[in-house]
């Protein structure tokens, strides 16, 4: 496959899994993702069992699926095994509608692995590896609204443009100002107008704004270890004004 197919197949997997994160019943999703990646391998339509054989053949490039399942079998599920569950709980789910618990947590790893997999021979530098297309709120909008987008996809940070600059609300921020009195006003005031009367912000600038050309070893080599989470804002390269993509730690591990 060529680059760009990889990185489209590890971001579907990759938005599968974190529905499943975020709701159990997001199994069929990384059953979706699959057949997606599955399909495309094998180039004729079929069912999720029929894919095994190729999807197995990326697999062998993941480090999860295959070595740490090797040396540590008590805790990692090699690729057979996981598929083996996942193509299961595929079946009987298309005939009784039944999602197990312990099916949707092997999917999780499964994608886990075949993102890594995928990866593998593509070019380690923020455009692969970032988050395109990322939530974001708009300074006119409300603060209630950031507090809802922030709980449904359990984020610590949504990124906002404030005058010239670009800005990070934070969860901590957000409960911090919220806690002060007033609520009800303080929720319906504009995130901008909210940040001027007080709501802390992290400003980001230098090292924070990032190109999607800049190698991975790059931005690891200079980063910091620091409490709490971190997100890099990927900014355009002419248009540092427009937002690419963001990108934690999570997407580099």
């Known amino acids: 496959m060529l680059p760009q197919e990889r990185i489209f197949y590890r971001d ?3 938005e599968a899994r974190y529905a499943a994160l975020a709701d159990a019943e ?5 059953c979706f993702a699959l057949e997606a990646l599955g399909l495309r391998l094998l180039k004729k339509q079929a069912a999720l069992g029929s894919y095994r054989e190729k999807i197995a053949e990326q697999a062998l490039h993941s480090l999860v699926l295959v070595d740490m399942a090797a040396v540590f079998p008590s805790r990692f599920k090699s690729f057979e095994a996981l598929y083996t569950i996942v193509n299961n709980a595929r079946n009987d789910a298309m005939h009784t509608g039944a999602y197990a618990r312990h099916a949707t947590e092997a999917a999780i790893e499964l994608c886990i692995g075949l993102e890594e997999a995928l990866m593998a021979e593509v070019e380690q ?3 692969n590896l970032m988050v395109s297309s990322p939530i974001t709120v708009e300074p006119w909008q409300p603060v209630a609204h950031a507090r809802q987008l922030m709980l449904m996809h359990s984020f610590s940070f949504l990124p906002v443009r404030l005058g010239e600059g670009w800005c990070l609300v934070s969860e901590l921020g957000l409960a911090k100002y919220l806690s002060l009195g007033a609520r009800k006003a303080r929720l319906s005031e504009s995130i901008a107008t909210a940040s001027e009367r ?3 912000v992290v400003v980001i600038e230098g090292r924070g704004l990032l190109r999607a050309s800049m190698p991975v070893g790059d931005v690891l080599a ?9 997100l890099w804002l990927v900014v355009e390269e ?4 427009r937002l690419a993509g963001v990108l934690s730690p999570f997407e580099l591990m």
Do not use: K, W
């Not at 997001?26 to 990384?30: T, Y």
């Open 26 to 30: 997001g199994f069929g999703a990384i």
């Open 198 to 200: 007080g709501m802390e």
């Open 222 to 230: 200079g980063a910091r270890v620091q409490d709490g989470p971190m």
């Open 125 to 127: 530098t923020v455009g």
């Open 238 to 241: 002419q248009h540092p004004e």
């Open 12 to 14: 579907r997997l990759r």
